[in-house]
Nanobody, 116 residues
């Protein structure tokens, strides 16, 4: 079993920055890729960024150039550095891990609110 715990959400004004953290515990050797997703108010959950075990990254077009995903294997933690935040980035942000057995694991989510 893998458990994920997010932290770092909060409220910020447009143009500001936040860093989200996702700490993994449990069967860490089963984790393959990790990522961040978000669910804006009244909308579906959407991909933000992913990072593979080989540290290849992928970003949604809407966050390219503003967000950076990184992974600290020693700390079992994945980060999402969010710069130049916009009101449309307001959402609940979820950490995700996909495992070698094909099971996806989700964190509980952390709220990011960007005011104009």
């Amino acid at each position: 079993q893998v458990q994920l715990v997010e932290s770092g959400g909060g409220s910020v004004q447009a143009g500001g920055a936040l860093r989200l953290s996702c700490a993994a515990s449990g069967s860490l050797s089963s984790i393959n890729g990790m990522g961040w997703y978000r669910q804006p108010p009244g909308k579906k959950r959407e991909l933000v960024a992913t990072i593979s075990s080989g540290r290849s990254t992928n970003y949604a077009d809407s966050v390219k150039g503003r967000f950076t995903i990184s992974r600290d294997v020693a700390k079992n933690t994945v980060y999402l550095q969010m710069n130049s935040l916009k009101p449309e980035d307001t959402a609940v942000y979820y950490c995700n891990a996909d495992t070698l057995v094909g099971i996806e694991v989700w964190g509980q989510g952390t709220l990011v609110t960007v005011s104009s």
